[in-house]
T-cell receptor, first 115, second 115 residues
Framework: EAGVTQFPSHSVIEKGQTVTLRCDPI?????LYWYRRVMGKEIKFLLH????????ESGMPNNRFLAERTGGTYSTLKVQPAELEDSGVYFC?????????????FGPGTRLLVL | AQSVTQLDSQVPVFEEAPVELRCNYS??????LFWYVQYPNQGLQLLLK??????LVKGINGFEAEFNKSQTSFHLRKPSVHISDTAEYFC?????????????FGGGTRVLVKP
C-alpha cells in the first residue's frame, strides 16, 4: 500500500510569488491534515479535511493560505503571495475516518524556502 | 487545548548506551499519545502510540514508552542505541474522541548517536 505522498519535495521561490503544494493521502483515508514546521519551532497544525469538507482550519495563519480537497482525494495548499516567514517544512498526514483510533500517517514533507 | 513539552532539545549518546527522551503534556481532556521519528531527509514515521490499556508500550526498532497519568508524562526509552537511531524524535498528543483529531507536538529532541 502506498503511503502519503507530497509534491514537490522542495520549492524555492521569491517573496510575492505563488506556490502550490500537493498531498496525496493513503487510499481510503478520509481524514487529511496539513501541518507546518517553521525553522526552530515545533510542528503546528494548519487544517483538517474530512473528505472534501474543511473540519477545522483554526491553524491557518492568514488568508494568504488556501487549502482545497476537491473530490475528497488529494489536497492542495496554495500560498499567495508568499512571504519570508512562510519558509518551513509543510507536512501532510492522513488517517482513517474510523478504526485505528485516528493514527495519522505522514508524508515526507515539502521544504519551502521563500527568498 | 493541549500542550507538549520535550525537556531536552538535544541528546548526545554513545552507541550501545541507553537513552531516555522525556515528554510531558498538559490537557484538560483525556489524550492519546504518540512518538514519531524523523530520520535525516525523511518524513515523520510513527514509532509507537498509547491509546489505552497497558501503560508500557512497545514500538518499532526496540523503542518503548511508558504512560504515567499522574505525572502526565510519556517518556521514550531504548536500552541500547545504534548509529542508525540518529534522528529527531517528536512526542505528540491528540484529544480522545472520534477519530480525526489534530496532533499537538512537542518541540522535538535531536538524538545524536556517537561511535
Amino acid at each position: 500500500e502506498a503511503g502519503v505522498t507530497q509534491f514537490p519535495s522542495h520549492s524555492v521561490i521569491e517573496k510575492g510569488q505563488t506556490v502550490t503544494l500537493r498531498c496525496d493521502p493513503i487510499s481510503g483515508h478520509d481524514n487529511l491534515y496539513w501541518y507546518r514546521r517553521v525553522m526552530g519551532k515545533e510542528i503546528k497544525f494548519l487544517l483538517h479535511f474530512v473528505k472534501e469538507s474543511k473540519q477545522d482550519e483554526s491553524g491557518m495563519p492568514n488568508n494568504r493560505f488556501l487549502a482545497e480537497r476537491t473530490g475528497g482525494t488529494y489536497s492542495t495548499l496554495k500560498v499567495q503571495p508568499a512571504e519570508l516567514e512562510d519558509s518551513g517544512v509543510y507536512f501532510c498526514a492522513s488517517s482513517q475516518l474510523a478504526g485505528d483510533l485516528g493514527t495519522q500517517y505522514f508524508g515526507p514533507g515539502t521544504r519551502l524556502l521563500v527568498l | 487545548a493541549q500542550s507538549v513539552t520535550q525537556l531536552d532539545s538535544q541528546v548526545p549518546v554513545f552507541e550501545e548506551a541507553p537513552v531516555e527522551l522525556r515528554c510531558n503534556y498538559s490537557s484538560s481532556v483525556s489524550v492519546y499519545l504518540f512518538w514519531y521519528v524523523q530520520y535525516p531527509n525523511q518524513g515523520l514515521q510513527l514509532l509507537l502510540k498509547y491509546l489505552s490499556g497497558s501503560t508500557l508500550v512497545k514500538g518499532i526498532n526496540g523503542f518503548e514508552a511508558e504512560f504515567n497519568k499522574s505525572q502526565t508524562s510519556f517518556h521514550l526509552r531504548k536500552p541500547s542505541v545504534h548509529i542508525s537511531d540518529t534522528a529527531e524524535y517528536f512526542c505528540a498528543v491528540s484529544a480522545v474522541k472520534a477519530a480525526g483529531n489534530k496532533l499537538t507536538f512537542g518541540g522535538g529532541t535531536r538524538v545524536l548517536v556517537k561511535p
